[in-house]
């Protein structure tokens, strides 16, 4: 499995009244973890699962609500499904696009792609951590809109996981050694490494009333405590970007593409049919299609990529909803609707 995504941009200041702890837990943070979390662990799993939605979906929008509405339908189609990363690839035509973009102003209309990208990090983000680590900005006036998304790593402050977000601090800790963490709760926490502050951290917690708490890398969660720990998003500049820039090592081993000329879930993956896969993507069209992307590729344009043809790129070329009663699906009810079909091939509960 490749690197997770850089979380520098997640950055928050401390206020000069904020104290911190002492390393050794004491029986206070206990008590303050007492009640479980709704969330259970299933089998620690190195394999993921990623979407791929285009900037297209928002193009059509005339409002600042309309367009912050679809990037909360977005994250939380992926937070329900456990998705474990976004990608947000550009399918307008080269040409089209604005040469440079003041990302410190208003990017719903110009540069779609960073303001979906900047919206769905944030809601990723542990609420308690937000507002410090996403200062004021054109593209969340509307953030009221958007919906909470409660998984696991958003944890309530009287619940206890084995795991939690933490953000480092600029105190200084008694004694003098190790780094104040901000967990979101009353107290802080200290750990032993010496890390720079406003860094976002992953902590596996101490089980027993005393001990400190142990960075990891964010994957961990997953990997080794069968918990679903959120999303990374990352921009892909053309349709053909998603799979040259995969962080993944050995890119994704199974690509879905999803298409009303494609063939229907059933007969795509047929009951006794197993999917064996380490890094999966599900790719999603706008109004006008995955075939609109291959067409505004440049890369897939040198190929001879385009039209009918676009299926190539992917091991399945699917239909998620044969006969539909409506002219149209919208991308983010084809994300429901495939999600759904397709859960199965990783989850079989």
């Not at 990208?117 to 542990?126: K, V």
């Not at 199974?254 to 494609?262: A, D, F, P, Q, Y």
């Not at 890369?299 to 990529?305: A, F, N, R, V, Y």
Request: with cysteine; glycine share 8%.
């Amino acid at each position: 499995m490749g690197p997770p995504q850089d979380h520098s941009y997640k950055r928050r200041r401390i206020d000069a009244d904020e104290t911190p702890s002492s390393g050794r837990q004491p029986s206070s943070l206990s008590a303050a973890l007492a009640k479980p979390a709704r969330f259970k662990p299933t089998a620690a799993r190195d394999w993921t699962i990623s979407v791929a939605v285009p900037t297209s979906v928002i193009t059509d929008c005339v409002t600042r609500e309309q367009r912050t509405t679809w990037a909360g339908r977005i994250a939380r189609a992926c937070a329900v499904f456990s998705v474990d990363e976004i990608v947000i690839y550009d399918d307008s035509p080269v040409e089209s696009r604005p040469a440079s973009t003041d990302h410190e102003g208003y990017t719903g209309d110009v540069d779609p792609a960073h303001f979906l990208e900047h919206l769905l990090n944030y809601l990723e983000t542990p609420p308690f951590m937000r507002k410090l680590l996403f200062p004021m900005h054109p593209n969340l006036r509307s953030q009221g809109l958007l919906p909470n998304l409660d998984m696991p790593h958003h944890p309530y402050k009287g619940e206890w996981m084995p795991y939690r977000e933490g953000l480092t601090l600029e105190a200084q800790p008694k004694g003098g050694k190790g780094t104040v963490v901000d967990i979101g709760l009353e107290d802080t926490v200290t750990i032993d490494e010496e890390l720079p502050p406003k860094t976002r951290v992953t902590l596996k917690m101490p089980v027993g009333e005393y001990g400190s708490p142990e960075p990891v890398h964010p994957a961990v969660p997953r990997t080794e405590g069968g918990y679903f720990w959120g999303y990374t998003v990352r921009k892909a500049a053309t349709l053909s970007d998603v799979f040259t820039q995969s962080p993944y090592e050995e890119g994704y081993d199974l690509s879905i593409g999803t298409s009303e000329r494609g063939q229907s879930l059933h007969r795509a993956f047929p009951e006794h049919k197993e999917a064996n896969f380490t890094h999966l993507i599900v790719a999603f069209g706008g109004p006008r299609g995955l075939e609109y992307a291959a067409m505004n590729d440049p890369e897939l344009s040198k190929i001879g990529i385009h039209g009918p043809r676009t299926k190539e790129l992917f091991e399945h070329w699917v239909n998620v909803l044969p006969n539909q009663g409506s002219r149209g699906i919208r991308t983010d009810e084809a994300m429901l609707i495939a999600l759904t079909g397709l859960r199965r091939l990783w989850d079989n509960s």
